[in-house]
């Protein structure tokens, strides 16, 4: 009797959660915060992971700002840039350190610091995809309303040209695929605040994004050892960039063949609501059997839409495949255009 009421409370939060119509990202010029107001800011070693900072302080200069600095410490991150920032503009600012390799308890910590604001505006784009699912979680688990900022970068390295050369030279000298942006697996993190013990024993289903790290994606399917795979591949905005999708499924090929009881889906990179909807299907079709267990690796849009769903759905895991190193953090992206904007009220859909 106690299981079906565990089965019928999670059904009900999934359908409360699947009627929501969420709204839509919507491109904007201007950030107004107020006094009452904070911005968290990752200072990461992208260049539009200030952005929206700097855009928020030409309307005011009289709001909170939450630094995140990353650890272990890479060169390339603009720490010294965002700090010197501050402290022109005589910001009100406080830091606090993020540790990649040991991520447990920090969306708890941050939460806690925040709650207190009046608004509170994270900005996602120079943000830990699993950093991004921490925060939501515990903000939603509070009931509380927030903001998320996105800046789309300039361009997203490898160019297709310097993709197919690297491929080719790889399979010219028979040596294994090349790693863009990230190489390498220090380990699959699972903090205990995302983790679930519901269905404990059961078939798995891994929900993944494969990345131009293909590593990632292997090493979480020789770690989870999932009975279903369910991998979502995701789809840019511009027509431009349509050759990624291509370029990543050659590059996870091997994996994907290797998989058992695999489906393919696509996804917008942009368009959160395209992955949350995916993954809310997918979870009103397959939960009653089977475990759900995410990795998320795809975008930084991606990574919000399943902080959404994890805030609601205790019994889904999060796992993440944390980068060993960055092979080009200079070039991870380039560059800076639009700013995206995004309010989640999640009050009706959040657990009691």
Not at 317 to 331: A, G, H, K, M
Request: glycine residues 4%; charged residues 25%; hydrophobic residues 35%.
């Amino acid at each position: 009797m106690g299981d079906e009421k565990v089965l019928e409370d999670l059904l009900r939060k999934d359908e409360r959660l699947s009627s929501v119509d969420w709204p839509e990202l919507e491109p904007i010029d201007n950030i107004a915060l107020g006094p009452a107001d904070c911005i968290v800011v990752g200072m990461g070693f992208e260049e539009r992971a200030l952005v929206g900072l700097k855009r928020a302080c030409e309307a005011s200069k009289h709001f909170h700002t939450v630094l995140i600095r990353y650890l272990p410490k890479i060169e390339e991150n603009q720490e010294t840039t965002c700090l010197e920032f501050c402290r022109e503009n005589n910001l009100n600012f406080e830091e606090f350190e993020y540790d990649r390799e040991y991520p447990s308890g920090m969306g708890l910590t941050l939460a806690n610091n925040i709650l207190n604001f009046e608004k509170i505006f994270l900005d996602v784009s120079g943000m830990s995809r699993l950093l991004i699912v921490q925060i939501i979680v515990e903000l939603m688990k509070r009931k509380k309303k927030f903001h998320i900022l996105y800046t789309e970068a300039e361009n997203y390295p490898p160019s297709e040209q310097e993709y197919k050369e690297e491929y080719e030279k790889a399979r010219t000298t028979n040596d294994t695929n090349p790693s863009f942006i990230s190489s390498g697996i220090f380990e699959i993190v699972s903090s205990p605040e995302l983790s679930s013990v519901f269905m404990l024993g059961g078939t798995i289903r891994l929900i993944s994004f494969p990345s131009f790290d293909h590593g990632q994606l292997s090493h979480l399917v020789q770690e989870v050892q999932p009975t279903h795979n369910d991998v979502i591949h995701g789809m840019p905005p511009h027509e431009e960039m349509a050759w990624r999708t291509k370029a990543i499924s050659q590059l996870n090929e091997s994996t994907m063949k290797a998989l058992q009881r695999a489906e393919s889906h696509e996804t917008s990179t942009l368009d959160y609501r395209e992955t949350l909807n995916l993954i809310l299907e997918l979870y009103q079709r397959h939960s009653m059997f089977d475990r759900f267990v995410i990795a998320p690796t795809g975008s930084k849009m991606q990574a919000v839409a399943i902080g959404i769903l994890r805030g609601v759905l205790a019994d889904v895991q999060i796992v993440y495949p944390t980068p060993l190193q960055f092979v080009e953090p200079d070039r991870y992206t380039e560059g800076a255009k639009q700013i995206f904007h995004l309010a989640i009220d999640c009050v009706d859909v959040c657990p009691t």
